[in-house]
């Protein structure tokens, strides 16, 4: 490996050695850190339009341009999906769970809160503990 | 503990709630006094099929408990 050049060898330092260790390829440091599964650029450029026209529901649509449209809502909800954590994910088949679901049925977060109960005149209102206490003694 | 006091002892620790939500006591609280307040509720809660769902009472309350446990794994629970 570190040896000098030798005969019939012009560029000794750009070839691979047969020995028993998987040859290296030379690696851009601007490829480091990329997405294994990158967009084509087609779908970039629709994102990009999506997210940033201002006005795109304003105008009336003509031609193609409701196929376009079409097209554009359809990238982005894949691209939306595929980006969708594993925390997002596991929250969703959580609600689905009825014992652990932390949603409040509509019915009863209408509700109004129930009322204040009374507290001993030198106790702060606005100081949880003092709830807690009086409710701890009742 | 009466009726009355239990009651009174529930909406005592809602507000406690209420005014800290990140504690975890008053949730516990609210739960036990929940259930506290109904033997009946609670005795079909604990012999309710779990293939079920929960009626949204019981389903209110059951989330206390689990919403408690979120906030502080170790909350005294006795």
């Not at chain 2, 009174?8 to 739960?31: G, I, K, T």
Request: glycine share 4%; proline share 8%.
């Amino acid at each position: 490996m570190f040896r000098t050049e030798q005969h019939r060898e012009p560029c000794a330092g750009r070839r691979a050695q047969e020995v028993d260790v998987a040859a290296t390829a030379a690696i851009d440091a601007g490829v480091i850190g990329e997405e294994t599964e990158t967009l084509a650029g087609n779908q970039v450029r629709r994102i990009a339009e999506y997210d940033f026209h201002p006005g795109r529901t304003c105008a009336p649509l003509r031609g193609g341009a409701h196929a376009r449209q079409r097209q554009r809502h359809e990238d982005v909800r894949t691209y939306h999906e595929s980006k969708r954590t594993g925390r997002e994910r596991f929250s969703q088949r959580d609600d689905a769970c009825p014992r652990r679901s932390l949603a409040t049925p509509p019915a009863r977060a209408q509700e109004r809160p129930p009322r204040r109960p009374p507290l001993p005149a030198a106790a702060d209102t606005n100081d949880w503990e003092a709830y807690y206490d009086a409710g701890v003694e009742l | 503990m009466n009726d009355r006091h239990q009651v009174d002892a529930e909406r005592a620790f809602y507000w406690s709630s209420r005014l800290e939500p990140r504690r975890a006591e008053p949730l516990f609280a609210r739960w036990a006094a929940a259930w506290a307040r109904d033997a009946d509720r609670f005795g079909r809660y604990v012999e309710w099929d779990p293939k079920k769902p929960l009626p949204p009472e019981m389903l209110q309350i059951d989330s206390l408990r689990y919403r408690a446990l979120l906030r502080n794994p170790l909350v005294f629970q006795v």
